[in-house]
């Protein structure tokens, strides 16, 4: 999916079942544009989709304008090999990103019990000494 109003072009790739409003354009991955090809198609083309957008009080890039942008369709060959390549990558990001997120929250969960003295951590600092 891609904002296609006020902020045009920030994408992402949806791996849970979700609605978009109208401040979204979702596309669809097929078999001639799978997701990674997709995905790096829409992120190269950003510039062009905000030069083609129009407003007066914010800038918006219709599905319409979008539907008439004219693409070269790499060969099938192509494609397949990009996709083979990029995915093992794209999947490693994905895990990352939700071990981030998940250590962001450990530690949005723990400091101010820290900070406020409900957790006691000198126990731990004084084993971590003896096992030097």
């Not at 109003?5 to 978009?20: D, K, L, M, Q, S």
């Not at 990103?97 to 250590?103: G, I, M, V, W």
Request: charged share 25%.
């Amino acid at each position: 999916m891609m904002t296609s109003r006020a902020t045009i072009g920030a994408i992402a790739i949806n791996t849970t079942e979700a609605c978009t409003n109208q401040g979204f354009i979702t596309c669809l991955p097929n078999r001639r544009f799978p997701l990674y090809v997709l995905m790096h198609w829409l992120r190269e083309n950003v510039e062009m989709f905000i030069n083609l957008a129009s407003g007066a009080t914010f800038k918006e890039i219709s599905k319409g304008v979008l539907k008439e942008i004219k693409l070269v369709v790499p060969s099938q060959s192509l494609v397949d090999e990009f996709e083979r390549f990029v995915a093992p990558m794209m999947q490693t990001m994905l895990v990352l990103q939700r071990k981030n997120a998940n250590l962001r929250a450990q530690r949005d969960l723990l400091l101010p019990k820290l900070v406020s003295g409900e957790i006691d951590v000198s126990e731990a600092e004084e084993a971590m000494e003896v096992a030097e």
